[in-house]
């Protein structure tokens, strides 16, 4: 009785390992940097210092879509004073990146201060130290690796568990599945929540095709010029500028 126990033990988990597709729910907690005139501060009170999203990466084989879960509410902050209404709202944008790892392209239609783009070319390889410490999520042991040569500071925690060296954003490069990563020290959180393995329907990972087709160059050109222009330095995001609405009764 213990032999059978123990072969089925086993044949579970093989048959888990040997998952090549289903999906992972992530929660992007994104830090809230924001610049409001000294007469709005009151305002300031209201609105929350980070911002959830929620996320999905689908993934079949080499090949992934990370994307926006349906459900997700603009953050909508209103302050009266005086008869004045003056409201906030920041909206998430719309995003679907593709990524083949075998091909080593990818495809990502994302909207960038309210236009959409459609951006092709390849995957940016990405070069980690692996620290040597662990910790578990989702009960999977997963181990640290800090990016190099970038300007950003980036931690993801990885499993070998799920041998797809894919993860959210984009990220690639080890030796398994990221399940969480913190971008510039909280910045940016993403963490995975939940790992469904399932096969997935031919639609769940069609190429994204809305926007405005440019190359990764050309979108970097336009990206980092936008971003002067709003105050970010060195690609870390700066202080967002914010126009608020006032209203009078």
């Not at 620290?131 to 042991?141: F, I, N």
């Not at 010029?225 to 209203?247: L, S, T, Y």
């Amino acid at each position: 009785m213990k032999n059978t126990i123990a072969i089925f033990i086993l044949l579970s988990c093989i048959d888990l390992f040997g998952q090549k597709s289903g999906q992972i729910d992530f929660i992007e907690a994104v830090k809230l940097q924001i610049d409001i005139p000294e007469q709005d501060k009151e305002m300031m009170k209201k609105i929350p210092q980070t911002h959830n999203i929620k996320k999905v990466l689908l993934f079949k084989g080499q090949e992934a879509i990370y994307k926006e879960k349906p459900g997700n509410e603009d953050l909508e902050v209103t302050n009266e004073n005086d008869g004045n209404e003056m409201k906030f709202v920041m909206k998430t944008p719309e995003s679907s990146l593709y990524t083949d790892l075998k091909s080593k392209s990818m495809i990502h239609s994302l909207e960038f201060f309210g236009k959409q783009f459609l951006v092709t070319g390849d995957i940016k390889k990405c070069l980690w130290k692996i620290t040597g410490e662990q910790k578990t999520l989702l009960d999977m042991v997963c181990q640290k690796a800090v990016l190099q040569d970038t300007a950003q500071n980036v931690v993801a925690w990885f499993t070998t568990q799920l041998p797809i060296g894919g993860g959210p954003n984009g990220y690639n490069g080890l030796p398994g599945m990221i399940l969480s990563l913190d971008i510039d020290e909280g910045s940016r959180v993403i963490t995975a929540e939940r790992i469904i393995y399932r096969d997935l329907l031919p639609e769940e990972l069609s190429k994204p095709d809305k926007g405005k087709p440019v190359g990764v160059e050309e979108f970097e050109k336009i990206k980092k010029e936008k971003m002067k222009e709003m105050g970010a330095v060195n690609g870390k995001g700066g202080v967002m500028k914010i126009m608020i609405r006032e209203e009078r009764h």
